[in-house]
């Protein structure tokens, strides 16, 4: 079992920066793939980013790409999510996730996080 927990959302102008942290708990973290998700309201949950095992390996959804960093240090069992350049279409519930799979999407993440707020205001 492993237990997530993000923190760092919030409310903010548009152009500005979040950091989004994710904590985990339980089984060693660095066995897992780790993903950022998130829903906007009325919409399907969509993917943000995804990171490797070791950190060395990123993949971001195009609408975050070249404005979202993700980051893991194994050594705190933590990930990280700067988002920069925020935009309104960027308000969202954002979810961390694990998988155990090499690649990681919504159909295959073997925990999820509760959940922070994102919004950003125009």
Known sequence: QVRLVESGGGLVQAGSSLRLSCAASGRPFSNYVMGWFRRAPGKEREFVAAISRSGGSTNYGDS?????????????????????????????VYFCAASVSPIVTTSNVNYWGQGTQVTVSS
Not at 70 to 92: C, G, H, I, V
């Open 64 to 92: 975050v790409k070249g404005r979202f960093t993700f980051s893991r240090d194994n050594a705190k069992n933590t990930q990280y999510l700067q988002m920069n350049s925020l935009k309104p279409e960027d308000t969202a």
